[in-house]
C-alpha cells in the first residue's frame, strides 16, 4: 500500500491541476489524511476508483464535519480487490452560510448515496450531482440542520398539554388560595 | 431500447420525487458499465392497467420496526420502490458529542439492539485507536466469544425472521430462539442484563468471567454445532423455501462493492471480504475459520452464508473457549476519570454480523468527542434496495428485505 504522500503525487500525475493537500493528523501516530480542491474532486475520486494499484473501489463510510469556518466532508476508502486501506479524502464547503456546495461523489461510488444525504439533512452540505438529494432522516419541511454546532432546539418541542397539567394548575390555585387566607389571618 | 419510466409521464405520483433526468440511467446488467451503471434499471410499466402505489410499512409486520417502503405496483409487479427512514431518529451522534466519551458506550447498546456486544466492540475499538490503549490478552478472548456468541444468535433469529416472512409462523423463529434463549443467559449472568449489555470499556471489559461461567459457555456451545445441522437438516432443501428464494433478489458482485454491500450480503454476491481476515483486528488472525462464499448472490446464498457463518463461529468459539488465558481483564494503564484524548481523529471499523460496523471519532482534546460518528451497516445495505426488488412480486419484496437483515434502530440511530 501506498503512503499518503506517494498518493498524493499520484494524484498529481494522473489529474493536471489537482489541488490536493496533505491534512495531517494532529495526533502524529494516526494515519493522515488527503483535502481535495472541490472544482476536480469527481476526476480526482475516478483516479483513485480506477488505478490499477489503488483500486480504492470501495467507499465505506462519509462524514459531515462542522468546523468553525466552513463544513467538511470527509470520506474513508478501502480496496476490496487489493485488499488495503484506508485513504481519508476530505473537501471544505467556502463557509458555513451561503457557499455550502460541494461535489458528489455518488456517481463515482453508490454507497456515498445515503450518506450524502444524511449529511444534506444535518450539516446542510449540497451535494451538487446527487441523483436524489433530499432529507434522509427528518421530516420534509423541516427548516433547520440539527448536527451544526449552533443549532437551537425549538423550545416547545413536542409539548403537548395532559391531565397532569390541569391537576397541577388546581393545586397551585389551591396553594394560593392557602396563602391568601394566611395572610389575611396574620392581617387580623 | 428500454422505455424507462419517468415522472414526466404522470403515471407515478410518489409525493417525495422530483427526479432529474440523470435517474433514467442506464441498466445495470451491462458488462461494459457505461456512465450511471450503477443506478437501478427502472423498469417500464406494462401499460394494461392502473399503477397502484402503496406505502409499505411503517407499521408492516415485515419491517421489524418502523420502517415504510413506498412501493408502485404494475399489478404485482413491483416497478418503483423508495425506502423512507427517520422514524426512530433520536440524532445520537448529536447526543454522544454532548457527553464524554465513556457515556456513550452504554448507548451505543442501542443502535443494533440484537447484537449489543459487537456495538460495544467497535466503538472500544475506535477510542482504543485514538488513544493508543492497548488491551490484556484474556479481555480480548472474552469479546472474541462474546461477539462470536453475538453473530451466532443474531444469525439464527434473522433466518428465523426470514423464514416466518415466507409463512412458515413459529417454527423456525422458536428454533432459533430457544438457542438463543441460551446465549442471552450467559450475557444475563456475565453483564448483568439479557441485551443492554455495557460490557466493554476502553482498554479491557467491565468485569471478568468466573471459571463457571466458561464452563457453562463450553456446555452451550458444545450445543451449538448439533442445532445448526439440525437446522439445516428442517430448512436448507425445503421445497418452498427454495422455489421463493432461489433467484429472487440477485445483487452483483460489482455493484455490491460499489454500493458499499458489506457483511453476509456481500459474500452472498461472491466477494472475500471479511473485516476479521482483512483487519485481523483484535485476535482474529489466531483463529482457524473459512469465509464462506455465496455464487449466485440471490435470497437463498443469503440465507445459506448465514447458515455456513454460524457453523464457523461455533469453531471460533471452541478454539477461544479452549485457548483462553487467565490474567486482567482491564489494562492497568485505562483511564477512566479524566479520560481526554490527544487531538486527533480515527476510524475503527469491526465485522459486526451485518456488515461493517465503524466508529469514526475526532477529538479536540476535550473530554467529550468533537465529532462521533456511527457508520451503520443496516442503512448502507439499503441502498440497494430497490435494485434488488424492482421486477420482482410485492410477496418477493418482503423476502428481499427481511434477507437485508437490518435492525431499525442503527438504521436511524
Not at chain 1, 480542491?37 to 480504492?56: G, H, I, Y
Not at chain 2, 472475500?272 to 485481523?280: A, P, Q, S
Not at chain 2, 486527533?344 to 465529532?371: M, V
Amino acid at each position: 500500500m501506498k503512503t499518503v504522500e506517494e498518493i498524493k503525487s499520484a494524484i498529481e500525475a494522473a489529474v493536471p491541476g489537482a489541488g490536493v493537500e496533505i491534512a495531517p493528523n494532529p495526533n502524529g501516530a494516526l494515519p493522515h489524511s488527503l483535502r481535495i480542491a472541490p472544482e476536480c474532486a469527481l476526476a480526482v475520486a475516478k483516479f483513485l476508483r480506477d488505478d490499477e494499484e489503488l483500486k480504492l473501489d470501495y467507499l465505506s463510510n462519509v462524514t459531515g464535519v462542522d468546523w468553525p469556518e466552513s463544513l467538511e466532508a470527509v470520506y474513508h476508502l478501502y480496496s476490496m480487490e487489493k485488499k488495503h486501506g484506508p485513504v481519508v479524502i476530505r473537501m471544505h464547503t467556502v463557509n458555513r452560510t451561503d457557499e455550502v456546495e460541494l461535489p458528489s461523489l455518488t456517481p463515482v461510488w453508490r454507497s456515498a448515496e445515503f450518506q450524502e444525504r444524511e449529511i444534506f439533512d444535518l450539516y446542510g452540505i449540497v451535494f451538487t450531482g446527487h441523483p436524489d438529494l433530499r432529507r434522509l432522516l427528518m421530516w420534509e419541511g423541516f427548516k433547520d440542520h440539527p448536527m451544526r454546532r449552533d443549532y437551537v432546539a425549538p423550545d416547545d418541542f413536542e409539548y403537548e398539554p395532559t391531565a397532569h397539567d390541569e391537576v397541577l394548575k388546581r393545586v397551585q390555585e389551591r396553594q394560593a388560595a392557602m396563602a391568601g387566607e394566611k395572610q389575611a389571618e396574620a392581617g387580623a | 431500447m428500454t422505455k424507462y419510466v419517468s415522472l414526466e409521464q404522470g403515471e407515478l405520483s410518489f409525493e417525495d420525487s422530483q427526479l432529474p433526468e440523470s435517474r433514467a440511467w442506464a441498466p445495470a446488467l451491462v458488462d461494459e458499465k457505461p456512465e450511471g451503471w450503477n443506478r437501478p434499471a427502472l423498469i417500464a410499466p406494462s401499460g394494461d392497467g392502473e399503477l397502484l402505489e402503496v406505502a409499505m410499512g411503517p407499521h408492516h409486520p415485515s419491517t421489524h420496526g418502523v420502517f415504510r417502503m413506498d412501493v408502485a405496483l404494475d399489478g404485482e409487479r413491483v416497478i418503483r420502490l423508495k425506502p423512507v427512514f427517520g422514524y426512530l431518529h433520536r440524532n445520537h451522534e448529536k447526543i454522544a458529542e454532548g457527553q464524554s466519551y465513556l457515556a456513550s458506550m452504554p448507548f451505543t447498546d442501542r443502535l443494533d439492539y440484537i447484537c449489543p456486544i459487537t456495538n460495544n466492540w467497535a466503538y472500544a475499538l475506535a477510542v482504543e485507536k485514538l488513544v493508543g490503549q492497548e488491551v490484556p490478552e484474556r479481555a480480548e478472548y472474552l469479546r472474541v466469544i462474546l461477539g462470536e456468541l453475538t453473530r451466532f444468535q443474531n444469525h439464527a433469529s434473522s433466518i428465523g425472521f426470514l423464514i416466518q416472512e415466507m409463512g412458515a409462523s413459529g417454527t423456525p423463529l422458536m428454533y432459533a430462539f430457544r438457542e438463543r434463549e441460551k446465549i442471552l443467559d450467559l450475557f444475563e449472568e456475565l453483564t448483568g442484563a439479557r441485551m443492554m449489555v455495557n460490557y466493554m470499556r476502553f482498554g479491557g471489559c467491565r468485569v471478568d468471567a468466573s471459571a463457571g461461567w466458561l464452563e457453562r459457555t463450553r456446555k452451550v456451545v458444545a450445543g451449538l454445532g448439533g442445532f445448526v445441522d439440525e437446522f439445516e437438516r428442517l430448512l436448507a432443501t425445503n421445497e418452498i423455501l427454495m422455489a421463493r428464494t432461489q433467484g429472487v433478489g440477485v445483487l452483483r458482485a460489482d455493484l455490491a462493492v460499489n454500493a458499499g454491500v458489506t457483511g453476509p450480503m456481500l459474500r452472498a454476491s461472491g466477494v472475500n471480504y471479511d473485516i476479521r481476515k482483512v483487519d485481523g483486528y483484535g485476535i482474529y488472525n489466531r483463529f482457524n475459520f473459512r469465509v464462506p462464499l455465496g455464487d449466485h448472490g440471490d435470497v437463498y446464498d443469503r440465507f445459506m452464508i448465514r447458515l455456513l457463518e454460524m457453523r464457523e463461529s461455533v469453531g471460533i468459539l471452541e478454539q477461544a473457549l479452549r485457548d483462553i488465558p487467565v490474567g486482567p481483564v482491564m489494562s492497568a494503564t485505562a483511564k477512566i476519570r479524566g479520560f481526554r484524548p490527544k487531538a486527533g481523529e480515527s476510524y475503527g471499523r469491526i465485522e459486526a454480523p451485518k456488515g461493517e460496523l465503524g466508529f469514526y471519532l475526532i477529538s479536540d482534546g476535550g473530554p467529550n468527542p468533537y465529532r462521533y460518528r456511527v457508520r451503520p451497516p443496516s442503512l448502507i445495505n439499503l441502498t440497494i434496495l430497490e435494485d434488488m426488488c424492482l421486477g420482482h412480486d410485492v410477496a418477493d419484496v418482503v423476502l428481499i428485505f427481511g434477507s437485508v437483515d437490518i435492525v431499525l434502530g442503527e438504521v436511524d440511530r
